[in-house]
């Protein structure tokens, strides 16, 4: 998000300064098996086997003697299924510091949400609530994602935000995208995030390509199907004339297919941008011309992968705010136009279930 991430509310364990790059080691303790079965990882980071089967043979085991631990048996039992909500998307991103909560809220504080998402991992590591989430045990994790996929919530995290500039600063885009493809894996969660805001590179036109290979990078890591990949760009990036090399309507068009939808950031853009139903909807001022949401759908990114971003008080950006039942009519507006993507706000804790209970009153009630 463009509100930069207050590192200051946490202390930093020691755990963080392992470079980020190690957080996916599990070669140690590797088990190969040959035949259909590819490899199985035992380690003490990981609870539950890993199988990996080839075509559709079936392997029959024999049951282990008494009194053995039955790792047989362990490889066939699996992992359990990342989850994925259906539009429309109901997010929330969670920066800020929250007194008692370290990682995930409790999920009966975020009711009327399908998406919550952690941040931010950074170059560097994991900082704020992505560091928190890092620093719960496995059986702690394990629990908080299933009380939230139960409540059909996905849990995500989100990565770069504005304290990052990947492309600036000259990280590698593919192995920038296998060290966060990995960390997601690693602790579990449902999907990533990408909160590019590396605004000098889209200036100087080096942004869409970094984007590019990036985005198809992580993909690889995390298929579709299994892992949830988003992007959050904000508005302006989508005007058409702009951009030297084509902003995001350049990054859509060719790995559009490899996102599962936009949180579009329509804040943060000037004291009178986005803030009526028609500047949010129809269209935008000349400053960021062809930007308001059914614009960028008329310029050839997918209407239903839309969501409406917006903070959830006047101290979470600097502008672009919407009182919530305001935000409650161009939603329905929206709706009634044949939009269903959804609303994305920042942040937790200001926005909570009275937020969203709001916002989707007079379309998708609670």
Not at 114 to 121: D, E, G, P, S
Not at 138 to 167: H, Q, W
Not at 201 to 214: H, I, Q, R
Request: with cysteine; aromatic share 12%; glycine share 8%.
């Amino acid at each position: 998000m463009l509100v930069r991430s207050s590192r200051n509310n946490f202390v930093r364990s020691s755990s963080a300064e392992t470079p980020l790059g190690l957080f996916a080691n599990h070669s140690t303790g590797s088990v190969l098996i040959s035949g259909s079965v590819d490899m199985v990882f035992i380690t003490p980071l990981i609870s539950t086997a890993v199988l990996c089967l080839v075509g559709t043979a079936v392997v029959a085991l024999p049951a282990p003697p008494a009194g053995e631990v039955d790792i047989k048996a362990a490889v066939h039992s699996p992992p359990r299924k990342r989850y994925s909500p259906s539009a429309p998307y109901w997010v929330e991103y969670f920066d800020a510091y929250a007194s008692g909560v370290t990682g995930a809220p409790p999920v009966s504080d975020v009711s009327g949400y399908n998406v919550f998402i952690l941040a931010f991992l950074l170059i560097e590591g994991a900082w704020d609530n992505a560091e928190g989430w890092t620093q719960l045990t496995a059986d702690e994790r394990s629990s908080t994602k299933a009380d939230y996929n139960d409540a059909g919530i996905a849990l995500m995290v989100s990565c770069f935000g504005s304290s990052d500039t990947p492309t600036t600063s000259g990280a590698d885009p593919t192995g920038t995208a296998n060290t966060m493809a990995a960390w997601v894996t690693e602790y579990g969660l449902d999907g990533i995030d990408v909160d590019y805001e590396d605004f000098d590179a889209f200036d100087a036109g080096t942004a869409e390509a970094w984007l590019v290979t990036f985005t198809t990078q992580l993909r690889s890591q995390l298929p579709a199907g299994d892992y949830i990949i988003t992007h959050a760009p904000v508005a302006p990036w989508f005007s058409p004339s702009i951009w030297t090399n084509g902003g995001y309507l350049q990054v859509d068009s060719q790995v559009g297919n490899l996102i599962d939808w936009y949180n579009v950031q329509f804040y943060n853009q000037g004291s009178s941008e986005y803030t009526t139903c028609s500047g949010l909807l129809d269209s935008s001022s000349s400053t960021y011309p062809e930007s308001a949401l059914f614009q960028i759908s008329a310029n050839g990114v997918t209407l239903d992968k839309l969501v409406i971003g917006k903070p959830a008080t006047t101290g979470d950006a600097s502008t672009g705010y919407m009182d919530p039942s305001t935000l409650a009519t161009c939603v329905e507006d929206a709706q009634n136009d044949g939009w269903d993507a959804g609303v994305m706000v920042w942040q937790y804790p200001d926005a909570g279930t009275s937020w969203i209970t709001t916002v989707r009153s007079d379309s998708w009630p609670v």
